[in-house]
């Protein structure tokens, strides 16, 4: 982890940070992959209106979750990153959970 944060910075705080990070939210870009796979297939399927949902989702979670977290509960950086995980997985779970449902109207005149 160490070898890939050198490249950016040899301060031994940044180290932490972002080994901290990548603890924590590393785990969850499967679920951004996830979600950006399916929303670029959604553009192609032209049902748009899920991937904008959950982009939204995702940006009120990291942007209000983020700011409650540091503001009203005065945590720390890593529960910030914890916010910032939980908004990923959103993301992709809510338009897995849509495709699945039939956002896309599989079987039925658009």
């Known amino acids: 982890m160490h070898a890939w944060l050198g490249l950016f910075s040899a301060e031994p705080e940044v180290l932490a940070a972002g080994a901290a990070y990548l603890r924590v939210v590393g785990p969850t870009y499967g ?29 009120v979670v990291a942007a209000a ?8 509960i005065g945590g720390e ?22 495709i699945h449902l039939g956002a896309w109207g599989v079987g039925r005149e658009p």
């Open 65 to 72: 979750g983020g700011w409650l977290i540091l503001h009203w």
């Open 31 to 59: 679920f951004f992959g996830l979600g950006l796979a399916l929303y670029f297939a959604s553009q192609g399927a032209g049902r748009l209106l899920w991937p904008l949902l959950a982009g939204a989702t995702r940006l």
């Open 77 to 98: 950086l890593t529960a910030v990153f914890a916010v910032m995980a939980a908004g990923l997985v959103i993301f992709g779970a809510t338009l897995a959970g849509a």
